[in-house]
T-cell receptor, first 115, second 109 residues
Framework: DAGVIQSPRHEVTEMGQEVTLRCKPI?????LFWYRQTMMRGLELLIYFNNNVPIDDSGMPEDRFSAKMPNASFSTLKIQPSEPRDSAVYFCASSIDLTTNEKLFFGSGTQLSVL | DAKTTQPPSMDCAEGRAANLPCNHS???????VYWYRQIHSQGPQYIIHGLKNNETNEMASLIITEDRKSSTLILPHATLRDTAVYYCIATNQGGKLIFGQGTELSVKP
């Protein structure tokens, strides 16, 4: 298996632009997670899905952030409009199901720079 | 979820055992201890987890004290590739993984 696949690997954009990050979980995994990592705040859980349904979005920082999972093999995290403080590495992770949420497989991340 | 406390950094000589401590004095009876590591520029990687018995796998050993208030992750023969940030997390099975600041382990030649 190729593991969790994220795209793009790097994204540079200007303030105010829309940014869409993409994630393909491991085939057969039913839970998907989005994390954000910065030097100041470390790794933060933003939102997670189970069977394509959002279970907990309490970590989503503000309304500018939205996440969707239209099917079992694809998820997006959108920021609109983007701001410089959104600059971070965004990780996607998947697990087999909710009972194993603590055993996550992470992607390589998307390095986002908002200028 | 129980709060965990780890030293911010540690050094270890290559080939020696690396012993990474973690305090989780408020851990509840149904919370497991999980260890992940993050090598620079990569996503975190699961290492091992346990409830109350000591555990061993191909990557590491986990020693949990009898009162479960602390644990130690042991890398038996550290290599340069083990240089990473190591995270100790206490959570229920099926619980969210909330990462702290971790321990930055530097393995030196």
């Amino acid at each position: 298996d190729a593991g969790v696949i994220q795209s793009p690997r790097h994204e540079v954009t200007e303030m105010g632009q829309e940014v869409t990050l993409r994630c393909k979980p491991i085939s057969g995994h039913n839970s998907l997670f989005w994390y954000r990592q910065t030097m100041m705040r470390g790794l933060e859980l933003l939102i997670y899905f189970n069977n394509n349904v959002p279970i907990d979005d309490s970590g989503m920082p503000e309304d500018r952030f939205s996440a969707k999972m239209p099917n079992a093999s694809f998820s997006t995290l959108k920021i609109q409009p983007s701001e410089p403080r959104d600059s971070a590495v965004y990780f996607c992770a998947s697990s087999i199901d909710l009972t194993t949420n603590e055993k996550l497989f992470f992607g390589s991340g998307t390095q986002l720079s908002v200028l | 979820d129980a709060k965990t406390t780890q030293p911010p950094s540690m050094d270890c000589a290559e080939g020696r055992a690396a012993n990474l401590p973690c305090n989780h004095s408020t851990i509840s009876g149904n919370e497991y201890v999980y260890w992940y590591r993050q090598i620079h520029s990569q996503g975190p990687q699961y290492i091992i987890h346990g409830l109350k018995n000591n555990e061993t796998n191909e990557m590491a050993s986990l020693i949990i004290t009898e009162d479960r208030k602390s644990s130690t992750l042991i890398l038996p023969h550290a290599t340069l590739r083990d240089t990473a940030v190591y995270y100790c997390i206490a959570t229920n099975q099926g619980g969210k993984l909330i990462f702290g600041q971790g321990t930055e382990l530097s393995v030196k030649p």
